[in-house]
């Protein structure tokens, strides 16, 4: 085996892995969750989302390396983290209909954790607040604010200040803050992130002064995904949530050049069939590996780089590699995902790899609806 770095990838015995596989190496699990920690000044400013990992093992690290506060996007991550004893978990999302009673139930389950929801309108937060007024809890909710993602969240207007203000009164809840998701912006210009944010910490900056105004306490903001870390991560006043971090992923390795995350999740695949003189046919369907990009924006492969993706279906992926390309049935492809959250959602289990070496499996829990709530 080399040691040259561009081989960190290589998996000893990689022959007995089925295929099609995720991999996830350890070490460069732990060297990204040291480098996060490097990267703000304040460790309890960080509010890491789960959503890219969903496995009890790495969130078992990231209490460890003294992280205490998650953000989570389901029911079954929440439980994950309520399994861990996660001290304060925040579902990031404003629960309807029988997540409501899921809730409640989770917050009565796991009594180690404080969890708190997002709220976006008065007739979810009544319902809310009726629901735990009947059940005996009180829930902590932070205002969804809509800063550009346009998907969720209310315009932090003077409606927001309003809605803030009733909710304020509420039985049932307690209001702790403003929610801030900019998931919009994802240029790769530092700069213009930087631009875009400053109009965003503007409208939060406004929002909050008028609620302390009000004689309400100072709000806890939580702002920002990976994008714009950097920039929160300066700010004292902010919570931070970056996820992707945790495995990084080409995407992000070739949009943020100043964030200096290590590649941690491959998918491995097998050549089944060679398909023409230029062509081969891999194992790696729609169903192994995040398709919402467009065709060639789905993976690179490390050890086959000007391999061009020409087609995919379900459980084959076929590529164009040119002449004497020299690969033959079972050959083995290290595919690194463009959008790595996505593609682990898409496996049952991690096949964990330490220093080239096979030695464990994770399931990935939180991948299900349900746990056990």
Same mark, same amino acid.
């Given at each position: %085996?080399?040691? %040259?770095?561009?081989?960190? @990838?290589?998996? +000893?015995?990689?022959?007995?892995?089925?295929?099609?596989?995720?991999?996830? @190496?350890?070490?460069?699990?732990?060297?990204?969750?040291?480098?996060?920690?490097?990267?703000?000044?304040?460790?309890?400013?960080?509010?890491?989302?789960?959503?890219?990992?969903?496995?009890?093992?790495? /969130?078992?690290?990231?209490?460890?390396?003294?992280?205490?506060?998650?953000?989570?996007?389901?029911?079954?991550?929440?439980? %994950?983290?309520?399994?861990? *004893?996660?001290?304060?978990?925040?579902?990031?999302?404003?629960?309807?209909? =029988?997540?409501?009673?899921?809730?409640?139930?989770?917050?009565?389950?796991?009594? +180690? /954790?404080?969890?708190s929801c997002l709220i976006d309108n008065e007739s979810s937060l009544k319902e809310i607040a009726h629901a735990a007024t009947?059940?005996?809890?009180?829930? =902590?909710?932070?205002?969804?604010?809509?800063?550009? %993602?346009?998907?969720?969240?209310i315009l932090p207007d003077e409606h927001a200040l309003a809605l803030y203000e009733t909710a304020a009164a509420e039985k049932?809840?307690?209001?702790?803050?403003?929610?801030?998701?900019?998931?919009?912006?994802?240029?790769?210009?530092?700069?213009?992130?930087?631009?875009?944010?400053?109009?965003?910490?503007?409208?939060?900056?406004?929002?909050?002064?008028?609620?302390?105004?009000?004689?309400?306490?100072?709000?806890?903001?939580?702002?920002?995904?990976?994008?714009? $870390? =950097?920039?929160?991560?300066?700010? +004292?006043?902010?919570?931070?949530?970056?996820?992707?971090?945790?495995?990084?992923?080409?995407? @992000?390795?070739?949009?943020?050049?100043?964030?200096? @995350?290590?590649?941690?999740?491959?998918?491995? /695949?097998?050549?089944?069939?060679?398909?023409?003189?230029?062509?081969? /046919?891999?194992?790696?369907?729609?169903?192994?590996?995040? !398709?919402?990009?467009?065709? *060639?924006?789905?993976?690179?492969?490390?050890?086959?780089?000007?391999?061009?993706?020409?087609?995919?279906?379900?459980?084959?992926?076929?590529?164009?590699?040119?002449?004497?390309?020299? $690969?033959?049935?079972? +050959?083995?492809?290290?595919?690194?995902?463009?959008?790595?959250? =996505?593609?682990? !959602?898409?496996?049952?289990?991690?096949?964990?790899?330490?220093?080239? *070496?096979?030695?464990?499996?994770?399931?990935?829990?939180?991948?299900?609806?349900?746990?056990?709530?």
């Open positions: %085996m080399s040691n %040259m770095a561009a081989d960190w @990838y290589l998996i +000893d015995e990689v022959e007995q892995l089925d295929s099609p596989a995720l991999v996830f @190496y350890q070490e460069r699990i732990t060297a990204n969750i040291e480098k996060l920690k490097q990267h703000i000044p304040a460790i309890n400013r960080l509010r890491p989302h789960v959503k890219t990992h969903k496995t009890v093992e790495i /969130t078992q690290q990231l209490l460890a390396a003294g992280i205490t506060k998650f953000k989570c996007a389901t029911i079954a991550e929440a439980e %994950m983290l309520g399994l861990c *004893k996660a001290p304060d978990v925040l579902l990031a999302y404003q629960p309807v209909g =029988p997540k409501i009673d899921r809730f409640i139930q989770l917050i009565k389950t796991y009594p +180690d /954790t404080v969890f009947v059940s005996g809890v009180v829930i =902590p909710v932070f205002l969804d604010l809509n800063v550009g %993602m346009n998907r969720t969240g049932g809840v307690e209001i702790l803050g403003l929610h801030a998701y900019d998931g919009h912006i994802h240029d790769a210009d530092y700069a213009l992130r930087e631009k875009q944010a400053a109009v965003i910490l503007a409208s939060i900056d406004k929002l909050t002064r008028q609620l302390v105004r009000k004689g309400m306490a100072e709000p806890v903001i939580i702002a920002g995904g990976t994008p714009t $870390f =950097p920039i929160y991560a300066k700010l +004292d006043s902010i919570e931070c949530s970056p996820g992707t971090f945790v495995l990084w992923d080409k995407g @992000y390795q070739d949009a943020f050049a100043e964030q200096d @995350y290590l590649t941690a999740a491959l998918v491995i /695949t097998r050549v089944i069939s060679l398909t023409s003189a230029t062509k081969i /046919t891999v194992d790696l369907g729609h169903k192994a590996v995040a !398709a919402e990009n467009l065709l *060639k924006k789905r993976v690179h492969f490390l050890n086959a780089p000007t391999a061009e993706a020409v087609s995919q279906s379900e459980e084959h992926l076929v590529l164009e590699l040119g002449s004497g390309h020299g $690969f033959r049935i079972g +050959d083995i492809l290290y595919g690194l995902p463009v959008h790595i959250c =996505p593609t682990v !959602a898409l496996y049952g289990s991690a096949n964990i790899i330490n220093n080239h *070496k096979l030695t464990e499996g994770w399931k990935i829990i939180s991948r299900e609806r349900k746990i056990n709530i």
